[in-house]
Each structure stands twice: as C-alpha cells, then as structure tokens.
C-alpha cells in the first residue's frame, strides 16, 4: 500500500492564484519530500522537510509538515502556467533506510 | 533531468522477449534506483544498488533483473517473466549519505516501455 496519499487528484486554478495540495502518511518518517514531474519527463526533487521541521520555504513553495497529523501540504504562491505538473510526496520511513515511498500525485493544472 | 542518462525512451517489446533499459550517471552518486510508473500512479520501487556489485529487490522485483558492475551504470532487464511490463519506467541516483530517507534523488528522463 502506498505510504503518501496526495490530496485532491487533481487541481485546476487560474494563473496568478494559490495552488496548495496535501499529502497523508500512515508510519512514522524520517523526512517527506515533494517532487514535480512534467508529462512523460523524470521527476524533479523541489523541497525536503525534516521530521523535527514545521516549515520550509523555497521561492515560491512553502511546504509545512505536520507529525502529529501524519500529513504535509505544499503551497505554490501565484501559481504561472510552467507550474502545470504532477506534484509527489516521498516519505522516507524509520523502518527501512534504503527506500522512499512515492504517493499517487496531484495533476496540477494552471489556466491562463 | 541531472546528470542521468535513460536509452531508449521508447521501447517495444514482443510477448516472450526480454529487453534490457539502460541508465547511466555521470553524477558520481553510490546508490540507483529504478522506479516503475503506471498511467496516473505514483512510483513503485523495483529494485536498488546502494554500492558496485551490490543490490537489492524493491517491492516489486518479480520478471526484473539488475546488475550493478560500473558505479555509473544500472541496467534493468524485463523479462518475459514479467506478464503485464507495459509502463514508464524511471531511474534515479543519489549521493549515498545514510540512503534516500536522508537525501535526494535525481531522475532521469524515463523510459516508456509498451508490449505489442
């Protein structure tokens, strides 16, 4: 069974709007991590959060992480047409040092 | 995409063939990884190289096979073992620091394997 499940599937927003998509996790982490991935292309690491961090930024992504509740979400300030992707969350789990568990994704879509 | 490499990006396969996907990194990195995706799923791990000559079964190693002779190097064979291989198959490095719990992983661009 999956580890993250990303929360909505999918997102739709006007250009210039905030995009925030949330990922849950069932067992205890090391770290989460969110990637983006373009249609047909690898995936791209964007932010690492601790397990002993609250808060990340980077540009315009804020990622918050919440232990207590076993979920993350990831926010994308003012959102550009280049932010359309699939959106990952990873976790890496204390159990198994060796291996991340990727989520389902969200498919994010900016309108112009 | 980083410093990895993934030939070709598009693969056919007949029924009963085996087929090798190549991936390469100039990047340095100890420890790759290959990664299956099925349309609108995340990634499932197949199999894992943390050290040359060295590797180990992800969750769903059955009709794969790896080797690891070159650092820079972690083909992955298909075999016809493998009923239902029709998916998008991703490959990854990272610097190896205490494994992927600690750290991040490049990918490379995909390869996009079909069965006819």
């Known amino acids: 069974s999956q580890q993250g499940e990303e929360d909505p599937q999918a997102l739709s927003i006007q250009e210039g709007e905030n995009a925030t998509m949330n990922c849950s996790y069932k067992?205890?982490?090391?770290?989460l991590q969110w990637y983006r991935q373009n249609s047909g292309r690898g995936l791209v690491h964007l932010i690492l959060?601790?397990?002993?961090?609250r808060e990340k930024h980077s540009g315009r992504l804020r990622v918050t992480l919440d232990t207590s509740k076993k979920s993350s979400s990831l926010l994308i300030t003012a959102s550009r047409a280049a932010d359309t992707a699939s959106y990952f969350c990873?976790?890496?789990?204390?159990?198994?040092?060796?291996?991340?568990?990727f989520g389902s994704g969200t498919r994010l879509s900016i309108r112009p | 995409d980083g410093g990895i490499t993934q030939s070709p990006k598009y693969l056919f396969r007949k029924e009963g063939q085996n087929v090798t996907l190549s991936c390469e990194q100039n990047l340095n990195h100890d420890a790759m990884y290959w990664y299956r995706q099925d349309p609108g799923q995340g990634l499932r791990l197949i199999y894992y190289?943390?050290?040359?000559?060295?590797?180990q079964k992800g969750d769903i190693a059955e009709g794969y096979s790896v080797s690891r002779e070159k650092k820079e190097s972690f083909p992955l064979t298909v075999t016809s073992a493998q009923k239902n291989p029709t998916a998008f198959y991703l490959c990854a490095s990272q610097r190896q620091r205490g494994g992927p719990t600690t750290d991040t992983q490049y990918f490379g661009p995909g390869t996009r394997l079909t069965v006819l």
């Open positions: 990873a976790t890496g789990q204390y159990s198994s040092a060796s291996k991340i568990i």
């Open positions: 959060i601790r397990s002993n961090e």
């Open positions: 190289s943390q050290i040359v000559n060295d590797f």
């Open positions: 067992t205890s982490i090391n770290n």
